[in-house]
């Protein structure tokens, strides 16, 4: 892990970066956020972590806890939402079996996650399944997907 | 064989996702296949180009033969193999894949100026900017115009920023250019936050290097020499194609050191945001750029005074910068004979929701919101009636039938009570329940608030747990007095555009929609069955087949049934997800 943080540390000195895009490097290499990365930094850049945490919970790109392995992305944009997004994405913890109050699945295969609008509303509803983007969604194609990565997993 | 032929795919984020990527790859390995290569390699090519507009009739496919146009619409990887023996080996169209009068009458009533390039030309190609007269705007800007003569030009245009406030771009450049330092910003705002809203996207990715060279020449106006560009990090293909974009200037020495030879320099870099709302607004937008949470801060100064890192700082949007090259190309009289008297030129709108043809629009400022609806848009889809149009997003308003008459410009609509916004257009008809609509968006500014000041932090909250008592059946008589004291309040005290704008979608939908809240408060029911807690789903016995479709899929086991005999809905168990609605082809089951 060191060595991975070093190398982070490298390109924001080259890059005259900031903390967010600090933990931009971090979220894209691990998933999340891990803690200790977030205390590295902070002895190393003398910034109290506080203020690595008060960024990194003010944008919801980043997270603090894993996630699961597959990433179910429903768009709830307003296009999206007049056309059933909702629908699709009540369906979707029930099929999974998430609480509504949380986003990955106990056994980490699956996390659930809301996006505000990715501005494909032409296409709605849209969904993004581990990073493809999925337009004209409906239920049945939904949990005809699921069950394909379901059957993979 | 003498044929010049050219064949355009759409590969905007709308084109990709119905598979324009695949289409494209089949067309190229047609071309280069045995046989077909050695006649037509030369003068045959397939490119990607960005994004139609018309993304409901995606992959929309061009196919040029010396200089002769046909459109295909829907186009799949299967459909290439017959379009090219067809057509381009032996010059028959294959009729029944060709657009329909939708197509026409889409494009009918637009006037393209900034997406002009936008579905033209290969957004990944700097020469293909080139060929359309790209970088000759910034060039003449940089060898033979003064700054003053800049800001002269813009200001005589009448363009106003189009992510939404509408302030008078050449005004914010001249203040710009007034204040004296030795470090200033130009920053494009790129963080289209607007559900509903994909303009800015499709032009960073459609035609990226026009926003590029827009900033150039309101560089040279401000006498700015460092720029940023703030993205979305929703919107990976547009960061892609900037930064290619951003590659090649600095390759082709229109960034940099000594532009064109012109003594000046101007360095641009793109900032990715990290996904909050709140960051489209100026102030946020430039501490986010400088790594903090993104809150606004009060405007004591102006950002041409004191912004970025406290420098000068001139921000505008996407459009607004696109729009540029052309209004120095063509004079800023051309420009501003386009628009209205109080404002020039053309502005973009993004068109969704329950309309028939959804996609990327352009018209001159003016035209009334009927005929985008009806005419450009097609009209509302599956038969249904029209019930409100949304603009503006979260911060915009519904604006019902009897004033789609209202032209559009920044003043008429806010005085229909609602704003022109970044630019999203979302139908809603008979199907959409407006007190549910009012929900959604305070749902999301609630969230999206960051917190800060008192009014919007705990005003919305407040809003949003009436509305939810609304549409669960617990409303009571006063609520709506409450919503429109809160409304106000909130309206008038908060620090920034997000909170001052929020309760816009609540208000506007009171103000003509009012009979539907009262009957969720009075007859605890949805007219539009829409609100869940309000709705029950049941089968009608007559018609029911026992077919079993609806037992099969639901995911709650609620349906009871034997095979051929009426099937029954136990609504204890129901979740009212509507599965069994949507499964059910004989209509047999209701929804009240």
């Given amino acids: 892990m060191e060595e991975i943080l070093q190398k982070i540390l490298g390109e924001y000195r080259k890059n005259e970066g900031n903390i967010i895009s600090i933990l931009q490097d971090i979220e894209k290499t691990f998933g999340f956020i891990p803690e200790e990365s977030v205390t590295w930094f902070s002895k190393k850049l003398d910034i109290p972590a506080s203020r690595f945490f008060g960024t990194a919970t003010f944008y919801s790109q980043f997270h603090l806890k894993p996630r699961g392995k597959n990433i179910i992305t429903v768009c709830r944009g307003t296009a999206c939402h007049v056309k059933g997004s909702e629908k699709l994405l009540n369906r979707l913890f029930l099929e999974l079996d998430i609480p509504l109050d949380e986003e990955t699945s106990?056994?980490?295969?699956?996390?659930?996650?809301?996006?505000n609008c990715i501005g494909a509303c032409g296409i709605a509803p849209v969904t993004i399944l581990n990073k493809e983007v999925l337009g004209k969604m409906t239920l049945d194609k939904l949990m005809k997907e699921v069950k394909k990565i379901k059957a993979r997993e | 064989m003498d044929k010049d032929i050219l064949i355009k795919v759409c590969t905007g984020t709308g084109?990709?996702?119905s598979g324009s990527k695949e289409v494209l790859k089949t067309f190229k390995e047609t071309i280069s296949s045995a046989g077909i290569a050695a006649s037509f390699s030369e003068k045959c090519s397939a490119q990607r180009v960005g994004c139609r507009g018309f993304c409901a009739q995606d992959v929309l496919v061009d196919v040029i033969i010396n200089g002769d146009k046909t459109t295909y619409k829907h186009v799949k990887p299967d459909m290439v193999a017959k379009i090219f023996t067809e057509h381009i080996l032996n010059g028959i169209p294959v009729a029944e894949w060709i657009v329909d009068k939708d197509y026409h009458t889409f494009h009918q009533k637009q006037t393209k100026v900034v997406l002009s390039h936008c579905g033209e030309i290969d957004p990944e190609d700097i020469h293909a900017y080139q060929a359309v007269d790209g970088y000759k705007a910034a060039k003449m800007a940089l060898t033979s115009m003064g700054s003053q003569e800049i800001v002269d030009i813009v200001k005589n245009s009448n363009l106003r920023g189009r992510g939404g406030a509408g302030f008078p771009t050449g005004l914010k450049w001249e203040l710009g250019l007034r204040i004296a330092s030795d470090i200033k910003y130009v920053i494009c705002n790129g963080d289209e936050g607007d559900p509903g809203a994909f303009m800015d996207r499709s032009v960073m990715e459609g035609d990226p290097h026009a926003v590029i060279?827009?900033?150039i020449i309101c560089a040279k106006a401000t006498e700015s020499h460092h720029g940023y560009i703030y993205v979305r990090a929703e919107y990976p293909l547009a960061v892609k194609r900037l930064q290619m974009a951003i590659e090649q200037c600095y390759e082709a020495g229109f960034l940099g050191k000594n532009i064109f030879?012109?003594?000046?320099?101007?360095?641009?870099?793109i900032f990715q945001g990290a996904g909050a709302f709140v960051c489209g607004e100026a102030?946020?937008?430039?501490?986010?750029?400088?790594?903090?949470?993104g809150m606004p801060t009060p405007k004591l100064w102006r950002s041409a005074e004191k912004g970025l890192w406290d420098r000068p700082t001139v921000l505008n949007n996407?459009?607004?910068?696109?729009?540029?090259?052309?209004?120095?190309?063509?004079?800023a009289a051309w420009y501003s004979r386009l628009g209205t008297e109080r404002s020039g030129g053309t502005k973009v709108f993004s068109l969704s929701g329950k309309v028939k043809n959804t996609g990327l629009i352009e018209v001159p400022l003016g035209v009334t919101l009927r005929e985008i609806v009806y005419e450009i848009g097609g009209g509302i889809e599956g038969g249904k009636s029209f019930k409100a149009l949304q603009t503006g997003g979260p911060s915009g308003g519904c604006i019902p039938e009897e004033l789609l008459d209202t032209e559009v410009d920044y003043e008429s609509l806010a005085q229909a009570g609602s704003i022109m916004g970044s630019g999203g257009m979302v139908v809603l008809d008979e199907t959409s329940c407006m007190v549910n609509t009012a929900k959604f968006f305070l749902e999301f500014t609630q969230s999206e608030s960051c917190g800060k000041c008192?009014?919007?932090?705990?005003g919305t909250k407040r809003m949003l747990e009436i509305l939810e008592r609304i549409t669960t059946g617990k409303g009571k008589e006063g609520?709506?007095?409450?919503?429109?004291?809160?409304?106000h309040y909130i309206r008038a005290t908060s620090l920034c555009g997000l909170g001052m704008t929020a309760p816009n979608p609540v208000l506007s939908t009171l103000r003509y929609f009012r009979a539907e809240y009262e009957q969720h408060i009075r007859n605890k029911k949805c007219p539009a069955a829409v609100c869940r807690d309000l709705i029950t789903y049941s089968i009608l016995e007559a018609v029911c087949t026992g077919c079993g479709a609806c037992k099969r899929i639901c995911p709650a086991d609620a349906i009871r049934g034997v095979r051929k005999k009426p099937h029954r809905i136990n609504t204890e168990l129901c979740v009212k997800c509507g599965t069994c609605f949507d499964a059910c082809k004989f209509k047999a089951i209701t929804k009240s």
């Fill in chain 2, 15 to 17: 084109g990709v996702a």
């Fill in chain 2, 479 to 487: 609520d709506l007095e409450l919503l429109e004291e809160l409304g």
């Fill in chain 2, 213 to 215: 060279e827009g900033m």
């Fill in chain 2, 283 to 293: 102030t946020a937008l430039m501490r986010s750029i400088e790594g903090k949470r």
């Fill in chain 2, 261 to 269: 030879g012109s003594n000046f320099d101007f360095a641009l870099k």
């Fill in chain 1, 106 to 115: 106990t056994d980490s295969k699956f996390t659930i996650e809301k996006v």
């Fill in chain 2, 454 to 458: 008192t009014p919007c932090r705990i």
């Fill in chain 2, 318 to 331: 996407v459009e607004t910068f696109a729009n540029i090259p052309m209004i120095i190309l063509h004079g």
